[in-house]
């Protein structure tokens, strides 16, 4: 009786640390999106994340599981997961800074779209009839956001946002692999590394000296995205994938809004329906496997 009377409590707590999660994210994305327009390129975006991130990952690991958890026999993996991951934060952090902050958020959220395609590939994962309609409705709602030569959003943004969900779904595919053998805070911790060294030496070549406030947006950005994916990470440990990961999709919400407060710049029409036929896509996915017992893909684009 007292398992399952604290299943419940269990299940609120992970839904409220996903909620934070979102809005970490969310505070995140508008901090970068801000600071590139003071010069900031992509490529700085991600060292200085990982630079000001690291130690509240390291304080998280520490006060947590240990930092015993950070090793691992597996290093040819975490670095194929770096290599892919960087990729893709890199077109992310591209789009976010070509495209409102809106668009290139819900562009994002097909990821679950890509991951099944990408399952099926490199996996084997069947994909069933109900799966493959919900990959047909997620990319009409990319299609509706695109609209190539009918739209006035930066075309070039919008592939990178494509590009970087791509990305994601690929990097989501190759953490699934990686968990069976290592912890979570390990995976976190070596792609932090890993792109911090990566980007630091890119940064070299294309980084350059920043106004007072801007370091300030960069700073922000940092330890509000670690702080994002330690919280997602709680989540997972409190409730299950299934009942958390729905409220994923508050951070279009939040990106709206950030996004109208901060540029004066709402969602188009076509982005709200084709933001609609994603995210319900992403969800009936997620509970046709959760009906099936089987493991959910996370909707929220994964910029550990």
């Known amino acids: 009786m007292a398992k399952s009377e604290s299943r419940p409590a269990h299940n609120l707590r992970g839904i ?5 999660s979102v809005m970490c994210f969310a505070v ?4 970068m999106k801000k600071a590139s327009e003071d010069g900031v390129v992509a490529m700085e975006m991600i060292f200085y994340r990982s630079l000001f991130g690291l130690p509240l990952v390291l304080a998280w690991l520490i006060a947590g599981p240990g930092i015993r958890v950070i090793r691992t026999k597996r290093p040819g993996a975490h670095l194929i997961r770096s290599a892919i991951g960087l990729i893709g934060i890199l077109m992310n952090f591209v789009a976010l800074i070509r495209l409102p902050l809106a668009d290139a958020v819900t562009i994002g959220f097909s990821a679950p779209i890509f991951a099944t395609i990408v399952s099926g590939l490199l996996l084997g994962d069947k994909i069933g009839p109900h799966r493959w ?4 409705f997620g990319f009409l709602g990319v299609a509706m956001i695109v609209r190539p030569g009918a739209t006035s959003l930066d075309q070039f943004g919008l592939l990178m946002a494509i590009g970087g969900a791509i990305g994601t779904a690929t990097v989501t595919i190759t953490v699934r692999q990686l968990g ?15 792109a911090g060294v990566a980007s630091g030496i890119g940064s070299i070549f294309l980084g350059q000296a920043h106004m007072p406030q801007t370091w300030a947006l960069l700073v922000l950005g940092g330890l509000f995205g670690a702080a994002a994916q330690v919280l997602m990470t709680m989540s997972l440990q409190a409730a299950p994938v299934s009942v958390v990961s729905p409220f994923d999709y508050l951070q ?12 004066s710049v709402g969602p188009s029409l076509g982005t709200l329906a084709g933001g609609a036929l994603i995210v319900g896509s992403g969800l009936y ?4 496997e959760h009906r099936r017992n089987r493991n959910v893909i996370p909707a929220t684009p994964p910029l550990e």
Not at 16 to 20: C, G, I, P, T
Not at 253 to 261: D, E, F, H, S
Not at 285 to 288: F, S
């Open 252 to 263: 279009i919400v939040w990106a709206t809004l950030i996004g109208w407060l901060v540029w």
């Open 285 to 288: 996915t997620a509970w046709r």
């Open 133 to 136: 309609a919900a990959v047909v």
């Open 28 to 31: 995140t994305i508008a901090a």
């Open 180 to 194: 069976g053998t290592e912890h979570a805070g390990a995976i976190v911790f070596w792609f932090f590394i890993c």
């Open 16 to 20: 409220v640390l996903r909620s934070l």
